[in-house]
């Protein structure tokens, strides 16, 4: 009968009737009942580090007729648990009322953290003044968003690298004058995977000495070929805010450091003194309009950028100044 327990049951003997020709002895025997094996075996499953763990599955045999037994699969790793394999971390259990009738064979299971992927993204300026430039690049973790701190992050430009440390990792590049690719890249490490950046066009320009050099907003898109400089100037630069005056030659006196939303005064021609040299990449106030009173010049900067300067430049306005705009300062 399989409603029995596993148990040692004891079998007795009835009445018979053997005639007058024998003696009846009886014996009891046993009955024994032997308890069923009961095997639960916990599912292998994996994550990503700082990942909640996924529903743990598993299989459960050896069940007898209509028992009722559950079975369950737990680990007590959490999601800041390393990235590795932990191997028996998923523990296979069961319960129910007929627990005594079996013998349970438990296999656990092994539970993987894998490496979070990253996130690298370059945040410094694209556009620096020379000398000491200075690199930023934030890095996160790419499922969740979260800053990681304390990695280190190596920099590159024109052959020179530096490093610094989350977050965000800084680092100073000593750059000369031009244009370069940027790139940041991090290692990895156990609980993270390595990552690159895209790159960045970084641009290193200079101040020109004694003022800045101006050209029209007509005239400034990224790309466009420029005078800044020259007898010609107010034909070779269009302006939103009408004709420039024709006594202007391009340089600005009042403002070493340009910058936007600014204004400006200069003399006509080269009264204003304008340098002997130009940097090799330097930074031209954008004018929309440019008027004279008297024999003041002024004119207003709606934007900034820079120009890489052709050679042939001197500060006569017989020798112009001109160039191709590479970036957008501001």
């Given amino acids: ?40 075996v916990a599912d292998d499953a994996s994550r990503i580090y700082h990942q909640p763990n996924p529903t743990f599955t598993g299989t459960l045999a050896g069940v007898v007729f209509d028992d009722v037994i559950t079975p369950s699969f737990a680990t007590a790793l959490g999601n800041s648990t390393q990235a590795g394999d932990y191997v028996g971390a998923i523990k296979a259990t069961v319960s129910g009322s007929s627990l005594s009738n079996y013998d349970v064979v438990a296999i656990d299971g092994t539970l993987t953290v894998n490496q979070m992927p990253t996130v690298l993204v370059i945040t410094s300026s694209g556009t620096q003044l020379g000398g000491s430039v200075t690199a930023k690049a934030s890095l996160t973790e790419k499922l969740t968003g979260a800053i990681i701190p304390g990695q280190t992050v190596t920099f590159t430009a024109g052959g020179v690298s530096a490093a610094g440390t989350t977050n965000p990792a800084s680092a100073a590049l000593n750059l000369g004058l031009g244009q370069y690719q940027l790139t940041a890249g991090y290692g990895g490490n156990r609980n993270y995977v390595a990552s690159s950046s895209a790159a960045q066009t970084l641009s290193v320009y200079g101040l020109s000495s004694g003022g800045s050099f101006v050209i029209g907003d007509g005239s400034a898109a990224v790309g466009s070929a420029v005078t800044f400089w020259g007898s010609q100037w107010s034909s070779a630069n269009a302006l939103s805010g009408g004709p420039a005056q024709s006594s202007f030659k391009g340089f600005a006196s009042s403002v070493t450091t340009p910058a936007n939303g600014s204004s400006w005064t200069t003399g006509p021609g080269n009264s204003a003194n304008p340098p002997a040299t130009v ?47 590479v970036a957008t300062i501001s």
């Fill in 1 to 40: 009968h399989h409603d029995v327990t596993a148990f040692g049951y004891l079998i007795t003997c009835a009445a018979a009737d053997a005639g007058s020709n024998y003696v009846i002895e009886y014996a009891s025997g046993i009955l024994a009942v032997s308890k069923a094996t009961l095997t639960v």
């Fill in 279 to 325: 940097p090799a990449y330097v930074a031209v106030i954008v004018t929309s309009a440019v008027t004279k009173s008297g024999s003041a010049i002024t004119g207003n900067a709606v934007h900034v950028v820079i120009v890489k300067t052709d050679a042939g430049y001197t500060a006569s306005p017989g020798h112009a100044g001109t160039g191709k705009v």
